[in-house]
Nanobody, 121 residues
Framework: QVQLVESGGGLVQAGGSLRLSCTAS????????MGWFRQAPGKEREFVAT????????YYGESAKGRFTISRDNAINTVYLQMNSLKPEDTAIYYC??????????????WGQGTQVTVSS
């Protein structure tokens, strides 16, 4: 079992930055692919970014490319999402997720409770 706890959300003005953190407890963190998703009110959950076990390979959703950076520190069981040039449309609850599979596609095994990000115009 893996428990995921997100932090770092908040209110920021458009053009600003935030860094989200997700700390994992439980089984070996370094063996899990990690990802970030988001869900805005009235919208479906959207893929934001994912990072491989070693951190060497990353993929981003279209809305995140060029503005967001996912990274991880396996020594402290934490994955990050650095978000720059934030826009009001980035407003959403951001969720951290983990999976034992190395595949980018497919379902995810564990989810955090989410952290709210609000970007004001």
């Amino acid at each position: 079992q893996v428990q995921l706890v997100e932090s770092g959300g908040g209110l920021v003005q458009a053009g600003g930055s935030l860094r989200l953190s997700c700390t994992a407890s439980g089984r070996t963190f370094s063996s899990y692919r990690m990802g970030w998703f988001r869900q805005a009110p009235g919208k479906e959950r959207e893929f934001v970014a994912t990072i491989s076990w070693t951190g060497g390979i990353t993929y981003y959703g279209e809305s995140a490319k060029g503005r967001f950076t996912i990274s991880r520190d396996n020594a402290i069981n934490t994955v990050y999402l650095q978000m720059n040039s934030l826009k009001p449309e980035d407003t959403a609850i951001y969720y951290c997720a983990a999976k034992g599979s190395s595949m980018v596609s497919g379902g995810w095994d564990y989810w955090g409770q989410g952290t709210q990000v609000t970007v004001s115009s």
